[in-house]
Nanobody, 125 residues
Framework: QVQLVESGGGLVQPGGSLRLSCAASGARLNYYAIGWFRQAPGKEREGVLCISSRDDTTVYTDSVKGRFTSSRDNAKNTVYLQMNSLKPEDTAVYYC??????????????????WGQGTQVTVSS
């Protein structure tokens, strides 16, 4: 059974950085687009960005443009979400997801069918 596992969340001060990881067992992630989502308390799950199998990035939400990027380490079978200049409004549980296709689907969570368990990111002083 294929599983996605996120890690790297934590507490960070405003203006700080975090790097989240999405690792997989049972599949090679380099063939597939990986989406990143987040869900803040009381809010719907929101698409953040997606990296295609060709490493093209599609940003789903304007608020992270210029601050968040995604990359891959194929040797480690891991996809990363680098988050810089973090703001309190970035506080959420972050998820990686895939639809097991090479290109990035639309930003709605329903476009993805395999999800990790999520990792908490808290931005606070």
């Amino acid at each position: 059974q294929v599983q996605l596992v996120e890690s790297g969340g934590g507490l960070v001060q405003p203006g700080g950085s975090l790097r989240l990881s999405c690792a997989a067992s049972g599949a090679r992630l380099n063939y597939y687009a990986i989406g990143w989502f987040r869900q803040a308390p009381g809010k719907e799950r929101e698409g953040v960005l997606c990296i295609s199998s060709r490493d093209d990035t599609t940003v789903y939400t304007d608020s992270v443009k210029g601050r968040f990027t995604s990359s891959r380490d194929n040797a480690k079978n891991t996809v990363y979400l680098q988050m810089n200049s973090l703001k309190p409004e970035d506080t959420a549980v972050y998820y990686c997801a895939t639809r097991w296709i090479s290109y990035c689907p639309g930003p709605k969570s329903g476009n993805y069918d395999s999800w990790g368990q999520g990792t908490q990111v808290t931005v606070s002083s």
